[in-house]
């Protein structure tokens, strides 16, 4: 979502502090319901496994091996620690 609206605000025309801040309300506006639907699920990925106690790169496989689930597996946790150590 964030890089979305940052795509179409950059696009714009803006001359003055008052027109940056009303178009970027508009991108914002704007912004379709699937790709918000899309960052909610990868931000919801992220904090499954971040509660598993996953960090940083490890976060990112898990997230990534695991698209299609709603929650990073423990397999998904006990295979990439088996990686890692």
Partial sequence: MPGWCEYHYRD???STFTAAKEVAFEWLGACPTDVIRRFINCAWGF???YCCGLTGRAAE???KKQR???A???LAT???EAVLN
């Fill in 12 to 14: 714009e025309q803006k």
């Fill in 47 to 49: 904090m499954s496994t």
């Fill in 61 to 63: 496989w898990a997230v």
């Fill in 68 to 70: 299609g689930h709603r």
């Fill in 72 to 74: 990073v597996s423990e």
């Fill in 78 to 80: 006990t295979s990439i």
